[in-house]
């Protein structure tokens, strides 16, 4: 089955560390996003990547780092300096740049406390 | 500047109720495009629907259709005969055409169906 997978699907850290979210896809696409969305909210950009090795800043990168090392896979590491981490964060993907349908992963919700 | 506004927080029906969500959307660019996804209780937001700016009739799929009106800047998205599995969380979402794909959401309405 194709699709996107996000893991694991509730995360726990305690403030001040660094955690890593994995968003995996298997659709062969070049595009990928990842979104935060808070209770009452829409989604807000936080990364995205539109090939391998090359990613640029959405809307709220700050505190936020992500690498693209392999086609396949988008992690994102919600670093000690976010200043509100908690929340519920879903990843993307799309053809590629200029194909604007994007398909969601099922989303990891983040509670630091 | 881009903006999408859903002024609908939530909203409660009956199920076989209609229903229309509404959507109004601020661009200055004259190619854009623009989505409906909705987001069960899961989590996943699932695709409805993409229009470009350039085609304005309106769609039908099923119990649902889309009213797209550039007169008004509006994307308005109808269920008739709505059922329980339609409560979710509705988002109206704009990407234009010079930004890449990186799609601008609105805030969302939440729309519980009783029976």
């Known amino acids: 089955d194709g699709g996107i997978t996000q893991s694991p699907k509730y995360l726990f850290r305690k403030e001040g560390q660094n955690v890593t979210l994995s968003c995996e896809q298997n659709l062969n696409h070049d595009a990928m996003y990842w979104y935060r969305q808070d209770p009452g909210q829409g989604l807000r950009l936080i990364y995205y990547s539109q090939i391998v090795n090359d990613f640029q800043k959405g809307d709220i990168a700050e505190g936020y780092s992500v690498s693209r090392e392999k086609k396949e896979s988008f992690p994102l590491t919600v670093t000690s300096a976010q200043k509100n981490p908690t929340a519920f964060y879903l990843c993307?993907?799309?053809?590629?740049?200029?194909?604007?349908?994007?398909?969601f992963g099922p989303g990891t919700r983040l509670t630091v406390t | 500047a881009q903006k999408v506004t859903q002024a609908q927080t939530e909203i409660s029906v009956v199920e076989k109720e209609d229903v229309t969500l509404d959507c109004v959307y601020e661009?200055?660019?004259?190619?854009?495009?623009l989505f409906w996804y909705k987001q069960p209780p899961s989590g996943e937001l699932v695709f409805l629907i993409r229009?470009?700016?350039?085609?304005?009739q309106n769609e039908i799929s099923g119990r649902y259709s889309w009213n797209f009106q550039k007169s008004t800047s509006s994307f308005n998205f109808t269920i008739t005969a709505s059922q329980v599995v339609d409560s979710a969380v509705y988002f109206c979402?704009?990407?234009?055409?010079?930004?890449?794909?990186?799609?601008?959401f609105g805030k969302g309405t939440t729309l519980s169906v009783s029976s």
């Open positions: 661009t200055r660019d004259t190619t854009y495009y």
């Open positions: 993307a993907s799309s053809i590629d740049r200029f194909s604007y349908e994007q398909y």
């Open positions: 979402a704009l990407s234009e055409a010079g930004a890449g794909t990186a799609l601008i």
């Open positions: 229009r470009n700016s350039f085609d304005e």
